[in-house]
């Protein structure tokens, strides 16, 4: 399938069900969505998908709470064609398959939760930074009391124009 000259896509008589799309190549001066993106077809019923080629990183400390916790906001962030990089340092090879199934992007990194050694958060904070300069997120979204510090400085660094840090429960 090709788009045209307005950027969209018309096929007629598709069969009702679920479809994904997925881009494989774009015109010079736009960033290759690379994720395949879920529609879900009815009867006679028009849809629309937007990709804005934006990213967001969630970082976490660990897999379950991403599932547990942040999955209704993934799931948004992904149907708002937003790229959603989810870091972990507590995972599963089955959760890490979970956030893929969703539609996220797992991106594992080394942080110790419950750790004092400052040598030892120095390391993840440059690790932190190297990654999501790689990336250049949109938008970097942490929770919980390691990843808002370390991410958030990581975040700064990196010159992410937009860091939010969220801490529960105070």
Do not use: W
Not at 9 to 38: A, F, S
Not at 45 to 61: A, D, P, R
């Amino acid at each position: 399938l090709k788009t045209d000259s307005d950027g969209k896509i018309v096929i007629e008589n598709l069969v009702p069900g679920n479809y994904y799309i997925k881009e494989i190549k774009t015109i010079d001066g736009y960033e290759l969505y690379e994720y395949p993106i879920q529609v879900e077809v009815g009867f006679n019923q028009e849809v629309s998908v937007t990709v804005n080629n934006k990213k967001v990183v969630l970082i976490g400390n660990t897999a379950s709470s991403l599932l547990g916790f942040r999955l209704d906001m993934s799931k948004q962030l992904i149907c708002l064609g937003y790229a959603v990089y989810t870091f972990t340092s507590e995972y599963s090879s089955n959760e890490l398959e979970q956030l893929r199934e969703l539609g996220c992007i797992p991106i594992p990194y080394q942080m110790s939760r419950g750790g004092l050694n400052p040598i030892a958060d120095l390391s993840s904070l440059i690790q932190l930074t190297k990654k999501i300069k790689q990336l250049r997120p949109d938008i970097v979204f942490s929770y919980m009391v390691k990843p808002v510090i370390y991410g958030s400085i990581a975040a700064k660094l990196a010159k992410i124009p937009h860091i939010i840090g969220m801490l529960e429960g105070l």
